[in-house]
């Protein structure tokens, strides 16, 4: 390559890297982004749980005020009632006493009056007893004796209405309505003061929904602009590459293979559709952390030990013009990369175009080098993993009879496809996701990434339970500890979708062979969360 | 002896072999450890929210049973005030069964001493008109009428007055009755209320006692939460201790290799 072409190389290596720092850079804000969105979404989701449990707090609490305001005013009237009852019977006391001294002096005052009677017909009866007088006097004796007798019971019945009336505990009764209203007073500014709290509960729970709603619709906005500036990123690093890089693409990446696209160099003056520029082009697969340093020198020399030391492909089907691409079988191939390792999974590779250019042009132009491309794209090589599947709608325990056992006992049932022999196995774990009602899907964001964030707090693993005709069984419960991925605890009667994430052990330096992935929702993916009553 | 070829610090390439697959497992072990330890700061964090809801079940829990306990008070002070009510008002129905004998009772002397007084004045005039016609009649008996006259006269006074003060006694009664009806009518309302009523609404005693049931049972539903939890993070915890021996032993041994291969 001579001086000019390095040059160029340099411009080209330089201006595809800054474009390729930007796109990642508006890719991990974008990852960012939605990571917030997901959040704010999870506050809104939080906060309208704790505004929907603050309010139906709230209405316990209103109810048991209303309740205890009314029987408050009724024992304030009661308490009226029962001290006018006391003021009349202290009056009924008083004037019943003095009705039975009355009625009392009014009876000695008859029998002092029969005794006058008596003393007359003595007289009478003694003088003699065939006058007129003594027949009239025996007469009068014997009705006021009969008065004096009535008076006498009279007077023993006016003692008794007293003695009863007496004995009627008004005051022990006022006394009574006075304690019980003190203990009604203080039960009603409990509630009061318990309704209070739950209200005020209830208000800041609204303009803490209030407050996350903002932060949901700023972090959805922010989330929106970035996706439009990842967008144009991605668009001007697609047409550097086409215009100064050959259009050098790497896609398609499976366990074993991926194919590479690229246009053939062409001649910068009149296109000599019988004389290509490059008689042979090859790729060589560098790590991604290696690119940097990878120079046409190290091609070249890898050129050199031929085909045999698997460091390199030759592409074999190029026509002169139009895109070129072929599938790489690197698994077939035994393909190594610029260092000689075996390929890895997980790792981050790109590729260098190397084109030989024909002797012809070699020797028109007197430089003897060949042409070594820019990087490609950035790519990892997975394979993509088994998936589980939800196999039956979650199941309460059957509790029935067992009267120790408290709360609720869900069981969820998945299968995945046996992974293969000679793999670490996948960890499956059990994602809740709260359900708005209606929806058929979550009412937020969450994909894999997003899956493979949620803290162990919030998930639970599944436990393999039989393996049949190739599918792996697998059985998480779910009790009063299980969270939502939000991390917020289990409602009950709330709805939720059930998602099984296949996560691969990675290690400190790689992931792992199969990509994880996420269960689709399906028909058995959503569940209510029913909680028994405790009566 | 062979000689095996020397990379520039001088370590045979099977060593260095070695060596590096002992890096590997360090490598994979400081991973397991990362993870691990991920795992127990997010259980760490669950057991924290879980401690935090039981404590504030365990606030309403007392709450509501000191709700309750009031709450019993209450309907047993109400109970009484009903009983005491009740009993009071039979007594005084009672007594104006009392009163109300009183009343016809006075009536019934009133009217046959009346009667009576009025013989007796018509004998008191008879034995003064036999006086005058025969003087032979004693004095003791004339002046004898005279007195049993002026008897009759205050017994009719008197009774007059206990009859007028056992109907007002009567009415007094009445009214207190009805004050008592009203006040015992009252206590029903309020024990119906706060204690029971059936087909009614739920009464405020009831209500306290199922708010007391309910934060009861969420409080035991706490306290399985946070044990399964702790559980959890208990068991994590034990895996976290386990990787992290293993991860030092393998430092250890990586050490002592290195150690070796540069002394060899």
């Known amino acids: ?535 | 002896m062979s000689e095996q070829p020397l990379n520039s610090s001088g370590i045979t390439e099977q060593k260095k072999t070695e060596l590096d697959a002992l890096t590997l497992q360090v490598l994979a072990a400081q991973y397991d450890v990362d993870r691990n330890q991920a795992i127990v700061a997010s259980l760490t964090q669950k057991v924290a929210n879980f401690q935090g809801f039981l404590s504030l079940a365990e606030q309403s829990r007392t709450q509501t049973y000191n709700n309750k306990t009031l709450a019993t008070q209450l309907a047993e002070s109400v109970s009484g005030l009903k009983q005491n009510s009740e009993i009071a008002l039979a007594e005084m129905n009672a007594a104006n069964d009392d009163t109300d004998k009183l009343s016809l009772a006075i009536k019934q002397v009133t009217d046959k001493l009346i009667y009576s007084a009025a013989l007796i004045n018509k004998l008191a005039r008879d034995v003064v008109k036999q006086k005058a016609l025969n003087p032979l009649v004693s004095d003791e008996l004339v002046s004898m009428v005279g007195t049993a006259g002026s008897d009759a006269n205050n017994a009719v006074a008197l009774t007059l007055v206990a009859l007028k003060s056992a109907f007002a006694a009567g009415a007094l009664n009445q009214e207190s009755e009805a004050a008592l009806a009203l006040e015992d009518q009252q206590v029903k309302s309020l024990y119906n209320m706060i204690v029971t009523s059936p087909g009614e609404a739920v009464s405020l005693k009831l209500m306290l006692d199922q708010s007391y049931r309910d934060a009861a049972y969420d409080y035991q539903l706490q306290e399985l939460a946070l044990k399964a939890t702790e559980k959890g993070l208990n068991d994590a915890q034990a895996l976290l201790n386990k990787a992290q021996i293993k991860l030092q032993s393998l430092q250890s041994g990586l050490a002592a290799a290195n150690a070796a291969a540069l002394a060899g």
């Open chain 1, 1 to 535: 390559m001579n001086t000019y072409s390095e040059n160029l190389w340099a411009t080209i290596v330089s201006s595809l890297q800054s474009q390729e720092l930007e796109l990642k850079s508006f890719e991990s804000q974008k990852s960012a982004a939605l990571f917030t969105v997901y959040y704010a979404q999870g506050a809104v989701i939080t906060t309208t749980q704790k505004l929907q449990a603050a309010g139906k707090h709230a209405a316990l609490k209103t109810k048991v005020k209303k309740r205890a305001v009314d029987s408050n005013n009724l024992a304030n009237n009661q308490l009226v009632s029962a001290t006018r009852a006391d003021q009349y019977m202290k009056q009924s006391v008083t004037n019943m006493a003095v009705c039975a001294s009355n009625v009392q002096i009014a009876a000695n005052s008859i029998t002092r009056l029969a005794g006058d009677i008596g003393t007359i017909f003595s007289i009478l009866e003694a003088a003699d007893q065939h006058s007129a007088l003594y027949k009239s006097a025996a007469h009068v004796r014997e009705l006021i004796n009969d008065t004096a007798y009535n008076a006498e019971a009279a007077s023993n019945l006016a003692m008794e209405a007293s003695m009863h009336t007496a004995e009627i505990a008004s005051t022990a009764l006022l006394d009574q309505a006075k304690s019980t209203n003190g203990l009604m007073n203080n039960l009603l500014e409990i509630c009061a003061a318990e309704f209070d709290t739950a209200l005020q509960a209830a208000t800041a729970a609204t303009s803490e929904l209030d407050a996350a709603s903002v932060s949901n619709s700023l972090a959805g906005g922010n989330l929106q602009n970035i996706a439009v500036e990842l967008d144009a990123a991605q668009l001007a690093y697609g047409t550097t590459n086409e215009r100064l890089n050959f259009d050098l693409n790497v896609s398609d990446t499976g366990e074993n293979s991926f194919t590479v696209s690229f246009d053939p160099v062409a001649s910068p003056f009149e296109p000599n559709t019988s004389l290509p520029v490059a008689q042979d082009y090859y790729i060589i697969l560098v790590k991604d952390s290696k690119k940097a340093t990878f120079s046409l020198t190290t091609a070249t020399a890898i050129l050199e030990q031929g085909e045999s030391g698997k460091h390199i492909v030759k592409i074999v089907t190029v026509a002169p013009q139009g895109t070129c691409s072929q599938r790489v079988k690197f698994g077939e191939l035994a393909l190594k990369d610029s260092d000689g390792d075996e390929i890895g999974y997980g790792q981050s590779y790109v590729v260098f175009l190397l084109a030989v250019y024909t002797s012809a042009y070699k020797k028109m132009l007197n430089d003897f080098s060949d042409y070594l491309s820019a990087a490609s794209n950035t790519f990892v090589l997975t394979a993509t993993g088994p998936k589980a599947d939800i196999t039956a709608k979650p199941m309460p325990v059957d509790t029935k009879g067992d009267k120790a056992q408290i709360g609720l006992t869900y069981t969820i049932r998945f299968c995945s496809p046996k992974p293969p022999i000679g793999d670490d196995l996948p960890e499956y774990r059990c994602i809740l996701l709260p359900a708005a009602s209606g929806l058929s899907k979550p009412d937020f964001v969450f994909d894999l990434a997003i899956a493979q964030q949620v803290q162990a707090a919030n998930y639970t693993v599944g436990v393999r339970t039989e393996t049949k005709a190739g599918f792996d069984y697998y059985t998480a419960a779910i009790g009063n500890e299980t969270t939502d991925n939000f991390g917020n605890p289990l409602i009950g009667q709330a709805e939720y979708f059930v998602l099984v994430l296949t996560i691969w052990p990675g290690s400190a330096e790689n992931t792992a062979r199969f990509t994880d992935r996420l269960s689709d929702l399906n028909v058995h993916s959503k569940f209510q969360y029913l909680v028994k009553d405790q009566s």
